[in-house]
Nanobody, 126 residues
Framework: QVQLVESGGGLVQPGASLRLSCAAS????MGWFRQAPGKEREFVAA????????DYGDSVTGRFTISRDYARSTVYLQMNNLKPEDTAVYFC???????????????????????WGQGTQVTVAS
């Protein structure tokens, strides 16, 4: 089965940066979601197979960047100017999309995703 492994989380101070990585081979649309204690899972970012097509949740737009490295079969989430509100477990997810391959497909809906990583903790605190 598809194995998704997130890495790069940690404890940082407000204003710091982190880069999360998710290794996943295959032609998938990819997404990042996060879940904080007492809150439902929240959409963070998505990227189509065509890596120039991206989308972001309102709370992270302008601060986070999702990108692909095709050679490494890896998706990244560059997180800048981190805030305490960003504290959460971050999950990488893969979406097979429609049966016909679409290089432009992506999803902001967690229900469409087929595979999920185990999560990596990001804590932003002074």
């Amino acid at each position: 089965q598809v194995q998704l492994v997130e890495s790069g989380g940690g404890l940082v101070q407000p204003g710091a940066s982190l880069r999360l990585s998710c290794a996943a081979s295959g032609r998938y649309a990819m997404g990042w979601f996060r879940q904080a204690p007492g809150k439902e899972r929240e959409f963070v970012a998505a990227i189509a197979w065509r890596g120039t097509i991206t989308d972001y949740g309102d709370s992270v737009t302008g601060r986070f960047t999702i990108s692909r490295d095709y050679a490494r079969s890896t998706v990244y989430l560059q997180m800048n100017n981190l805030k305490p509100e960003d504290t959460a477990v971050y999950f990488c997810a893969a979406d097979k999309g429609p049966e016909y391959f679409s290089a432009t497909y992506y999803s902001k809906n967690e229900e469409t995703y087929d595979y999920w990583g185990q999560g990596t903790q990001v804590t932003v605190a002074s």
